[in-house]
């Protein structure tokens, strides 16, 4: 399995294209990190800057070779354009569990089913090629759109770890945790999003 690290792996359909992210990703990201601030507002981590967006994709490649991370940056085909990035993190092989997450898109892509596609993808690869049993997932318990979003392709909410994490201004944030489990995969959340995704 820790072959899985160092190969370059494109997940994609008719829609959108994930991609291993890169350094020199930087320029095609910098214009949606510079001029849609609304991206980090939940965000644990912010990358509003040239400096930051940098430093945001240079950790995440140290994560890559650290093998605790795979990072992909995200090409939207209707637009032909790059709208955000998306990963695997907190990978644990021996566990088979992962969470996915660092997910940020371009506003003009929000509600526009490029998620529900991305996210198929995701969990196909993840149940299907990296024998995962379990994908977790977490977000600010604040952000209704993203837990909707969430709930949407079929993830059970677990529960709420209380102010767990530190967020960028200092203040703590409560945390909750959802799933999907690969019997639960295989038993019609796959179907259902791919149901959702054909529309």
Same mark, same amino acid.
């Given at each position: 399995?820790?072959?899985?690290?160092?190969?370059?792996?494109?997940?994609?359909?008719?829609?959108?294209?994930?991609?291993?992210?890169?350094?020199?990703?930087?320029?095609?990201?910098?214009?949606?990190?510079?001029?849609?601030?609304?991206?980090?507002?939940?965000?644990?981590?912010?990358?509003?800057?040239?400096?930051?967006?940098?430093?945001?994709?240079?950790?995440?490649? *140290?994560? @890559? %070779?650290?093998?605790?991370?795979?990072?992909? &940056?995200?090409?939207? #085909?209707?637009?032909?354009?790059? $709208?955000?990035?998306?990963?695997?993190?907190?990978?644990?092989?021996?566990?088979?569990?992962?969470?996915?997450?660092?997910?940020?898109?371009?506003?003009?892509?929000?509600?526009?089913?490029?998620?529900?596609?991305?996210?198929?993808?995701?969990?196909?690869?993840?149940?299907?090629?990296?024998?995962?049993?379990?994908? *977790?997932? @977490? %977000?600010?318990?604040?952000?209704?759109?993203? &837990?909707?979003?969430? #709930?949407?392709?079929?993830?059970? $909410?677990?529960?709420?770890?209380?102010?767990?994490?530190?967020?960028?201004?200092?203040?703590?944030?409560?945390?909750?945790?959802?799933?999907?489990?690969?019997?639960?995969?295989?038993?019609?959340?796959?179907?259902?999003?791919?149901?959702?995704?054909?529309?």
């Amino acid at each position: 399995m820790n072959i899985f690290f160092n190969e370059e792996y494109t997940l994609e359909n008719d829609t959108v294209q994930l991609r291993p992210l890169k350094m020199e990703d930087h320029t095609l990201l910098l214009p949606l990190a510079l001029n849609e601030p609304e991206i980090w507002k939940y965000s644990l981590v912010q990358a509003g800057s040239d400096e930051l967006l940098k430093k945001y994709i240079q950790l995440a490649m *140290e994560a @890559r %070779a650290n093998k605790k991370e795979y990072p992909f &940056i995200v090409f939207d #085909k209707r637009t032909n354009q790059f $709208v955000g990035s998306t990963r695997f993190y907190d990978i644990q092989l021996k566990e088979l569990t992962l969470q996915l997450g660092y997910t940020w898109y371009s506003k003009a892509t929000q509600g526009s089913g490029l998620n529900a596609h991305c996210k198929f993808l995701l969990l196909n690869f993840a149940f299907e090629n990296m024998g995962m049993e379990r994908v *977790e997932f @977490r %977000a600010d318990n604040n952000n209704a759109r993203s &837990i909707a979003a969430m #709930k949407g392709i079929g993830c059970t $909410v677990e529960g709420i770890l209380r102010k767990n994490v530190i967020k960028a201004d200092g203040t703590r944030r409560d945390s909750i945790i959802l799933s999907i489990l690969k019997e639960e995969w295989e038993n019609g959340v796959k179907e259902n999003l791919l149901k959702k995704i054909k529309h």
